[in-house]
């Protein structure tokens, strides 16, 4: 039996935050243990703490946190007693730590192979050949290819993927005890997530390293934890073993989180085809041609022949990774980029060559609410003034525009009297309904969602997708749904088209595609999806 | 790489020709008649008129153009009328001081200002941070030659640690040379200082936000090695920048401060050429400033790519 002590105690820990934010505990009275060899996920929505425990227990706290009581044990020693020296000393040797974004979270100016040797010389007396060996190895610990090529590498040379994977070699080279991991898969696409986070595990297991690993996603929770915390507003709602919280939780929050998680099993939604089509697309492509002065062109094709169509009150979802081109299909639709090959008709009407002043008038009929609330609105215009600029510019008068605007935000369930604020009085929800208004004031035929709900924390992910199929149901609106996330999809699209690498791979009815998947792509995609085994409607319904 | 630097190089080219066309004109349209200056107050206007034939200037003016082009562009920058030598040798004469004065100026300023700016921005809010942005406004708003005779009044005539001016060349005595370039050097440096301080504390602030600076005080780095080996080549792009418009300035800033200090360099020349209207020696100087200013800048964007890998040209 090994030594059951844990790696991780944290007693009572409290965060105070500065005057003046809207609560004065960042973190409050918050006790968990992690033991050698164990993954505990700290779960919660945004603003509830989880990340702030992390850096406390690293040291790393903004200036402005303080913590003011309570103890964080490594080992049994009281790291919040510890001076600056000390906790460099613990850093990377004792207890690592890994973030949400590899994309920015290595130094773009030095190779990777030197951002790792810079652990090795600050805490080994190592020469630089054992250094070197010893970083060659832990490379290929992490199952990177050529491990050589990547110790040379610059981290813009290399996929998300592979940062991440640099960022739990430098975390791990130095075997700690203790490894937290910050989102380390948020950011990345499900395929690669799934390899790092068997990565996370096969390391942990093999080196009885305790994890501390901090997610949003219950998918990823039942993926990889042995136990977990549910946190609110910086209090500990209620932790127990994965299986437990998971299919039977006690605390109605929990209840709650869990019971938002969307389904990936579809939902039968009936669908039949009557409706006239409002968008078709023929042969669509988009083709990127890079010239230099001296240099031979470099072309990048981001779509290619996509053939979709759209029915009114119909959602068809297109679901694939980063760089698969859902995004560039959506921009051609809109003609927010041309598109270089192929047609796009809209209603009778083609718009893929049109000229510009002959697209204005059909411009009105798409419309777009963008992925993030928190830029997609100008912070010097009031949310009234964003929402009637659009129909005013086609014609409508302030005061017709703005009765227009007040019922819209009834529409999205917001108050009418709230238009003459601004965009940074609103929560990321309550922004993107205003997007979604914004969006409806020029009473659009074809609504594209453009990763609309992946920002939001999950609870109000699922108020923002409520939202958005009734009003397609009760407008009749043609719904055009960009999205990664295969959940979300499976509730809410009729129609689901695949990308990969700029093509559709596999195109059909939600049901169809995601109950019998054809093509590999789509089934390698599924079998990614974190937590697929997991049914948690089972949870809100006990 | 190469290609790029064989297209910046072939860029000097048209550059080079609008400037030539410009100081050409201004230089003939301005009043003043440059043969009469020569000649003295008391000669003759058939004197006047006779130089006016040597020098070319009875020539239609297209043409004096083309002979003065034709001319440069065999290395042959024609003769100063005022100094009686050929410009080549002029500017030979004046380069040293010039140079030395720039190359001390410079090395001055970037090595105080880095690091006050790194070290302002890591103590943001602090007293030293305040210091430095106060000095800063300060060095901004002080005319270069106020600092020039306060430096000369204190170091040079009450505490007598230093000449007051002259120049002495630098393979005649190295030590002699150094002492006489401090006082100078030090007048000029303080507005570069003032202004590459504030850069550096800006573009640092910038970059210690960025996430690889938590990652890197993750790994348990010493504050030092995050600040100088993370934070700084991160924000070197801006700070290259700005010190290569600093380099373009100094010309400019030359030129108040060899006449405080009686350095007879390039900045002296010109001020005594445009007030003698020696058109062969204006014309020179300028375009061997714009060619430094074309070249230097291909030198800052070359060196951008040693201290960010993701620049490729």
Redo the contacts between chains.
């Keep these: 039996m090994p030594d059951k002590k844990p790696v991780l105690e944290v007693r009572n820990l409290t965060v105070a935050l500065p005057k003046g934010a809207d609560r004065v505990h960042a973190v409050e009275n918050v006790s968990f243990t992690v033991n050698p060899g164990e993954i505990v996920c700290l779960v919660g929505e945004s603003g509830s703490g989880k990340s702030v425990i992390a850096f406390t227990v690293m040291g790393l706290l903004a200036k402005a946190l303080k913590p003011t009581g309570g103890e964080i044990l490594l080992e049994g020693e009281n790291i919040l007693a510890a001076s600056e020296d000390r906790l460099r000393q613990l850093r990377c040797t004792r207890m690592s730590m890994i973030f949400q974004e590899p994309m920015t979270a290595l130094n773009p100016v030095m190779t990777c192979g030197e951002q790792i040797d810079e652990v090795l010389e600050t805490h080994t007396k190592l020469d630089a050949a054992a250094r070197k060996a010893k970083i060659i190895a832990i490379l290929t610990r992490v199952k990177l290819p050529e491990p050589e090529r990547i110790y040379a590498s610059f981290p813009h040379q290399l996929s998300g993927g592979q940062r991440q994977r640099i960022m739990i070699a430098m975390a791990l080279v130095l075997d700690p005890v203790l490894l937290i991991a910050d989102e380390p898969t948020t950011a990345l696409d499900v395929t690669t997530q799934a390899e790092i986070l068997k990565l996370i595990a096969e390391l942990q297991e093999g080196q009885g390293t305790g994890v501390l690993f901090i997610t949003h996603d219950f998918g990823v929770v039942a993926e990889i934890a042995h136990r977990v915390a549910v946190l609110r507003w910086g209090e500990l709602v209620e932790m127990g073993p994965t299986e437990q919280i998971l299919s039977r939780p006690t605390q109605d929050y929990t209840k709650m989180l869990i019971g938002s998680v969307p389904s990936i099993v579809p939902a039968h939604r009936g669908v039949r085809r009557d409706g006239e089509t409002v968008l078709r697309t023929e042969k669509l492509g988009k083709t990127y041609v890079s010239k230099g002065f001296f240099q031979k062109g470099r072309t990048v094709r981001a779509a290619a022949d996509v053939d979709l169509d759209i029915r009114r009150g119909e959602t068809l979802g297109i679901v694939g990774e980063s760089g698969s081109g859902k995004s560039t299909v959506a921009r051609c639709i809109a003609r927010l980029i041309d598109p270089t090959e192929g047609k796009v008709y809209l209603g009778d009407t083609e718009i893929a060559t049109l000229p510009p002043g002959r697209l204005r008038p059909h411009r009105r009929k798409v419309q777009i609410v963008f992925q993030d609330p928190y830029r997609s609105l100008n912070p010097r215009m009031t949310v009234g003034d964003s929402i009637v600029e659009g129909p005013m510019n086609f014609g409508l008068s302030r005061s017709e525009a703005l009765a227009r605007a007040r019922t819209l935000m009834e529409t999205v369930r917001l108050d009418p009297n709230a238009l003459d604020r601004y965009p940074h009085q609103f929560s990321g929800g309550q922004r993107q309904r205003i997007c979604i208004a914004r969006a409806l004031a020029m009473e659009p035929e074809l609504l594209i969602a453009d990763e609309a709900v992946s920002a939001l924390d999950v609870s109000v992910q699922k108020q923002v997708l409520e939202l958005l199929d009734e009003i397609r149901q009760r407008l009749k609106l043609a719904v055009l749904f960009i999205t990664h996330d295969l959940r979300v999809a499976a509730q809410i699209c009729d129609f689901v088209a695949v990308m990969s690498q700029g093509k559709v791979v596999e195109y059909g009815a939600a049901e169809q595609v995601f109950g019998a998947p054809r093509h590999d792509y789509t089934k390698a995609l599924f079998a990614a999806a974190p937590g697929r085994h997991w049914d948690f409607s089972k949870a809100s319904a006990a | 790489m190469l290609?790029f630097i064989a297209?910046r190089l072939i860029a000097i080219i048209p550059v080079l020709a609008v400037v030539a066309i410009f100081v050409f004109l201004m230089l003939r349209l301005t009043p003043g008649d440059p043969a009469a200056v020569i000649a003295g107050d008391n000669a003759t206007s058939d004197q006047i008129a006779m130089i006016r034939g040597k020098l070319g200037l009875d020539l239609p003016i297209w043409q004096q153009f083309a002979i003065w082009i034709g001319d440069m562009l065999h290395g042959n920058f024609g003769e100063s009328f005022f100094f009686k030598k050929t410009v080549v040798e002029l500017i030979q004469q004046r380069l040293e001081p010039t140079l030395a004065l720039s190359i001390c100026t410079l090395i001055i300023a970037v090595f105080t200002a880095v690091p006050l700016g790194v070290l302002a921005a890591y103590r943001q809010g602090s007293w030293i941070d305040r210091i430095v942005m106060g000095f800063s406004v300060l060095g901004f708003s002080m005319p270069t030659f106020v600092i020039g005779y306060i430096l000369i009044y204190i170091f040079a005539i009450n505490l007598g640690w230093l000449p007051v001016q002259g120049y002495v060349r630098i393979g005649v005595d190295f030590w002699q040379f150094l002492e006489r370039m401090v006082l100078p050097s030090i007048t000029l440096a303080i507005v570069y200082i003032a202004l590459l301080a504030r850069i550096t504390r800006a573009s640092i602030l910038e970059v210690l936000n960025?996430?690889?600076i938590?990652?890197?005080?993750?790994?348990?780095?010493?504050t030092r090695?995050v600040l100088m080996?993370?934070a700084l080549?991160?924000a070197a792009v801006p700070i290259l920048t700005v010190i290569g418009i600093g380099i373009a300035l100094l010309i400019g800033g030359a030129v108040v401060t060899e006449s405080v200090y009686g350095l007879p360099g390039l900045g002296r020349l010109t001020v005594e050429a445009v007030l003698s209207r020696d058109f062969p020696t204006i014309q020179a100087v300028i375009l061997m400033f714009s060619v430094v200013y074309v070249v230097i800048n291909l030198l800052i964007d070359i060196s951008y790519t040693l201290?960010?890998?993701?620049i490729r040209y």
């Design positions: 290609d297209r960025e996430d690889y938590r990652t890197a005080r993750a790994k348990g780095l010493s090695v080996r993370h080549r991160n201290f960010d890998p993701r």
